[in-house]
């Protein structure tokens, strides 16, 4: 068949340097690992501050997930105000702020304000002068405190002058922020004995039928449409 027309000259390239193209993944493994370790080695560092920041729980959108609960981005106004935290403050005390969300029932607004009142009588802030301020600590209860015996406080003073968020390490200050449980699934459940066996498409056609069967009979004797 002779060439006709200003096309494209049929020239395949099947020798291709393929293997400059590929790009391999071998080393997901080696890498997970490292993050996880720099995860815990950076926790053990900065110990007993938090590793992040306080986060709400929330439940996902859509009918299939709504039942389950989940971290959030932050926490929102109303929830703030009814802990009694301004949204400055929470983002100087490691609480997550969202001012896009809104809270749509008053479930989620107790839930994570009582999330935000146990948070706020763990927390222990450091006073960044001689005198302390507000919603500081006194200093009789931090020298009580187990954190004392691995920190000193003027030196973390010097090192972390923006962050000066501190967790002490004895058990009835432990802040371990857990989840309130979701509601729960659907499960499927057990056919009826008269129904046991049986494909559950005939069941559901006869169920329909019943129905459309009733409709069309109308109302029983003696009582009115």
């Known amino acids: 068949m002779a060439i006709r027309g200003n096309n494209i000259i049929p020239n395949n ?9 590929v790009r391999t993944w071998f080393n997901q493994a080696g890498r997970a690992k490292s993050r996880r370790v720099a995860r815990q080695a950076k926790a053990a560092k900065i110990s007993p501050r938090p590793l992040g920041l306080l986060r709400p729980a929330v439940h996902p959108p859509t009918v ?4 389950k609960l989940r971290q959030g981005r932050g926490f929102t106004l109303d929830e703030l105000k009814k802990a009694g935290i301004s949204k400055h403050q929470a983002r100087s005390i490691g609480v997550a702020v969202d001012h896009r969300r809104h809270n749509k029932c008053e479930e989620s607004l107790a ?15 450091l006073p960044k002068g001689s005198k302390a301020k507000k919603g500081d600590t006194a200093k009789a209860e931090l020298k009580v405190s187990i954190f004392c015996v691995f920190f ?40 009826p004995p008269d129904q046991e066996g049986r494909s559950p498409c005939p069941c559901s056609r006869d169920l329909r039928g019943g129905e459309v069967l009733l409709r069309l009979q109308g109302p029983p004797q003696g009582e009115d449409r």
């Open 64 to 67: 299939r997930y709504n039942f």
């Open 111 to 125: 839930t994570n304000a009582a999330r935000l009142a146990e948070y706020k009588s763990k927390v222990m802030v």
């Open 152 to 191: 000193d406080p003027e030196e973390e003073k010097k090192k972390m002058r923006d962050l000066h968020l501190f967790f002490p390490v004895s058990p009835q200050h432990q802040f371990t922020s857990p989840f309130p449980p979701g509601r729960q699934a659907h499960h499927p459940q057990a056919d």
């Open 13 to 21: 390239h099947f020798r291709k340097y393929w293997q400059k193209y």
